[in-house]
T-cell receptor, first 110, second 109 residues
Framework: NAGVTQTPKFRVLKTGQSMTLLCAQDMNHEYMYWYRQDPGMGLRLIHYSVGEGTTAKGEVPDGYNVSRLKKQNFLLGLESAAPSQTSVYFC?????????FGPGTRLTVL | GQNIDQPTEMTATEGAIVQINCTYQTSGFNGLFWYQQHAGEAPTFLSYNVLDGLEEKGRFSSFLSRSKGYSYLLLKELQMKDSASYLCAAYNSNYQLIWGAGTKLIIKP
């Protein structure tokens, strides 16, 4: 996980609250991804970015927004949190063909 | 549709060999990955296959058959620290990774 950090590590929100998850990399890679991981399911892609200033929707984008204003940072926003967004969120970067993951953010929405 | 299938859970004995199978269906194919994930941690890269055949890396080997849409991960000389979930994932034509739900491997002494 070296080179990819996520902030915060844990968070508890009430329904309707908003928050931003930060992913930062020091490896100068173009591609960055946000996934969510839920029990019994594979990682699901929320949004991704192929470079500074670009973002694209993944498999499950509803309820989330993203921004990539700086190459090093990829932000994931929840405007109005819902209990269905309780999950573990992973940021990843792509170096060559491999994807390297950050340590994850465990989010609970009550 | 696109999907990855792998067994939910497997049990093996310390020192033994275990094979974890994965079948995939993706729109286009640009390689298959295996990742290891310990409980409460992030996935970490184990192997990448894009051509048919066996890739060996220490105690771990990965096999790919593109014509069959099939891969397996072979773990030899199992150690207790190998207890983890093993995730199979395939790149589709857009280089998006499609993930399986993971196989939880339990190692018994």
């Amino acid at each position: 996980n070296a080179g990819v950090t996520q902030t915060p590590k844990f968070r508890v929100l009430k329904t309707g609250q908003s928050m931003t998850l930060l992913c930062a990399q020091d490896m100068n890679h173009e591609y960055m991804y946000w996934y969510r991981q839920d029990p019994g399911m594979g990682l699901r892609l929320i949004h991704y970015s192929v470079g500074e200033g670009t973002t694209a929707k993944g498999e499950v984008p509803d309820g989330y927004n993203v921004s990539r204003l700086k190459k090093q940072n990829f932000l994931l926003g929840l405007e109005s949190a819902a209990p269905s967004q309780t999950s573990v969120y992973f940021c990843a970067i792509r170096g060559g063909n491999e994807q390297f993951f950050g340590p994850g953010t465990r989010l609970t929405v009550l | 549709g696109q999907n990855i299938d792998q067994p939910t859970e497997m049990t093996a004995t310390e020192g033994a060999i275990v094979q974890i199978n994965c079948t995939y269906q993706t729109s286009g194919f640009n390689g298959l990955f295996w990742y290891q994930q310990h409980a409460g941690e992030a996935p970490t890269f184990l192997s990448y296959n894009v051509l048919d055949g066996l890739e060996e890396k220490g105690r771990f080997s990965s096999f790919l058959s593109r014509s069959k849409g099939y891969s397996y991960l072979l773990l030899k000389e199992l150690q207790m620290k190998d207890s983890a979930s093993y995730l199979c994932a395939a790149y589709n034509s857009n280089y998006q990774l499609i993930w399986g739900a993971g196989t939880k491997l339990i190692i018994k002494p």
